[in-house]
């Protein structure tokens, strides 16, 4: 298992922004940093993932629990560093476009939501992620080890769908299964925490017809040959058998509904790099779990925020010496992921991505989360990202 508190030693903070600005890196200038790994291809293995969440009302939705992936850094001493920018600063606008950053009130946005998948372990977990700006509308940004299994190294983790506005098994913009994943080469090869992050497309989101009985509607007439493709595919043929039937001698498959593009049910945020250290953001997730001293902070049902000033921090046992800090209580399973939105616009609930949280600490020794740590998106991150934001994927319905 992969243990950031036996791993780290220390925890280094925050400085001031000391590189010069050179040159901005251009995605062709980082295509050889991109990673890519395929999630689920389209057709009967997409199904079979969808079919995998919708199955028996939704129950390995609602009985997933927060990765458990050890995210606590131990924190026994400060001192300065962090990351440097590699170019100019850059940002791309949301959909929709960027609006007034003065608002009184957190209105949380639609665009996060939970990752799903199955560990090792076979069991059902969750990450937090964000839908973001791309030319398809069809990209999240999570964190790495929200895709990769770094526990068993056995490259992606399995059945992966976001679920945006997710809450007690409700999915009201439907279910999105991942196609493809990116990220930095050197989290996929060396596991290197300053790459914590990654960018994967989706196709379009897909609805159950409706939320249980056995309606004619919610029945596709297939072959009896294609019907045996759907029967035989998969690990899971209870999830399979219950959205398969013959009748009268007829072959039938549960006909899941088109839900549409991402990015054009939620929104997507926007993307910045090479930004100062110090900005303010805010942090939006679904934490879980107990601090040190136990106490129970949160449920992860429901969606959490906290907002504060960045620093730079840096973490070498873990090979994190560009990371970002900021004062936040969100304890470490479930909030892995987090959104970390710059210049967020409350009244139009959108802003620009520069964050993913990777990790947690409790840094004054109190027994309590009070920090969360992001690797800083530079220049080799937006060639990701924008490699990521070019690429189709459609419908799987």
């Known amino acids: 298992m992969f243990t950031r508190a036996k791993q780290l030693a220390s925890l280094t903070g925050a400085g001031l922004l000391a590189a010069a600005l050179v040159s901005p890196v251009s995605p062709a200038a980082a295509s050889s940093d991109v990673a890519a790994d395929p999630l689920a291809g389209s057709g009967i293995a997409a199904w079979n993932v969808v079919a995998f969440w919708y199955a028996e009302n939704k129950a390995n939705l609602i009985a997933a629990t927060p990765y458990d992936v050890e995210t606590q850094v131990v924190a ?32 949380l946005p639609k665009t996060t939501g939970k990752v799903f998948f199955l560990d090792a372990d076979k069991k059902p977990h969750w990450c937090t992620a964000t839908s973001l700006q791309s030319k398809y509308r069809n990209l999240v940004a999570t964190a790495g080890h929200c895709v990769y299994d770094v526990e068993s190294n056995a490259a992606t983790l399995k059945y992966w769908v976001f679920v945006p506005g997710y809450y007690q098994g409700k999915t009201p913009w439907g279910v999105y299964v991942g196609k493809q994943a990116f990220t930095h080469y050197d989290f996929d090869v060396y596991e290197d925490f300053d790459r914590d992050y990654a960018f994967v497309t989706v196709y379009n989101g897909l609805k159950a017809p409706h939320d249980g009985g056995d309606l ?150 109190n027994d309590r989360i009070d920090t969360s740590l992001s690797p800083y998106f530079d220049g080799e991150t937006y060639g990701i990202y924008k490699h990521a934001a070019n690429l189709w994927s459609g419908s799987i319905a």
């Open 76 to 107: 026994k001493h400060l001192s300065k560093g962090g990351p440097s920018a590699d170019g100019k600063p850059g940002k791309v606008e949301p959909i929709g476009g960027s609006g007034s950053t003065k608002s009184k009130n957190v209105n």
């Open 216 to 365: 004619p509607g919610d029945w596709k007439q297939v072959s009896k040959a294609e019907y045996e493709k759907y029967v035989s595919y998969g690990s899971y043929p209870w999830v399979v058998s219950h959205f398969t039937k013959k009748s009268g001698g007829k072959y039938y498959i549960w006909k899941f509904q088109d839900a549409g593009r991402l990015g054009d049910n939620v929104g997507g945020q926007g993307f910045a790099y090479n930004q100062k250290r110090e900005v303010v953001d805010y942090v939006f997730g679904y934490p879980s779990g107990s601090h040190p001293d136990g106490n129970y902070a949160y449920t992860g049902k429901t969606q959490k925020w906290c907002y504060g000033k960045t620093f730079g921090a840096s973490a070498p046992a873990i090979k994190a010496e560009e990371l970002l800090g900021i004062k936040c209580s969100f304890t470490g399973e479930g909030a892995s992921g987090s959104a970390w939105l710059f210049k967020y616009s409350n009244t139009l609930r959108r802003g620009y991505l520069n964050g993913v949280t990777a990790a947690v600490s409790d840094t004054d020794g």
